[in-house]
């Protein structure tokens, strides 16, 4: 269905009043984030959203659940200069193939995945990043599968805190394509392959 985005001054109200009642820190969450305000009659941004949001007196954390690497810009980055704004970010990746993200329509490639998330590291002290990612799309090869593993722990050494793997919808494997072991297959390659580079991580099944 449509997205629902709710008005500024709605959610700093809400905001606002969370702290009066006593709490400290305040995690963002939303389909898709970085998207914010972009169809609203009076264009608006999830930065600026944020912004007013660090503004407010008594807030002492705030944390963002999930955005798009191709939503990462230098005035995102920037708002992480404030202190208050924490140092984590969920990717929504889902794969780092470029074939498989096309298929999927995503509006970002590998190149753009390795630019976002290693400016992040550089500029942003302590910078944690967990990901998300599909697994068994439609059409994906051996090849196409093997990339993701390679490209977040053997060539980029990004170094995730938390991986989430997810198994693709069965409605759409029966309509598509079947993989009933890729599941087991890859969290068995990503955790083999993370301990001799950087540590196994947090790898969470639904």
């Known amino acids: 269905g449509d997205v629902y985005k709710r008005q500024k001054e709605n959610i700093l109200k809400e905001i606002e009043k969370l702290v009066e009642d006593g709490f400290k820190e305040v995690i963002l969450i939303g389909i898709d984030l970085s998207a914010y305000g972009e169809d609203f ?28 690497p191709d939503k990462i810009t230098d005035k995102f980055i920037d ?51 967990t990901a998300d990612v599909i697994v068994g799309f439609p059409k994906e090869d051996e090849t196409m599968f093997q990339n993701t593993p390679f490209f977040l722990f053997l060539s980029n ?9 997810k198994k693709l919808a069965p409605s759409l494997q029966n309509r598509r394509r079947t993989v009933p072991t890729v599941i087991v297959y890859i969290t068995d390659h990503i955790s083999h392959s993370s301990k001799s580079i950087i540590g196994p991580p947090n790898i969470l099944l639904p």
């Open 41 to 68: 009659e009076e264009k608006d941004s999830f930065e600026s959203l944020l912004e007013d949001i660090l503004k407010i007196k008594d807030l002492k954390r705030v944390r963002i659940g999930s955005v798009y």
């Open 79 to 129: 708002l992480f200069k404030n202190k208050n704004l924490m140092p984590h970010l969920h990717i929504s990746l889902q794969s780092c193939d470029d074939t498989v993200l096309k298929n999927m329509r995503r509006n970002y490639g590998s190149a753009l995945i390795r630019e976002s998330l290693l400016k992040l590291k550089s500029k942003v002290k302590n910078m944690e990043f």
């Open 157 to 165: 050494k990004i170094h995730l805190s938390s991986l989430y793997l």
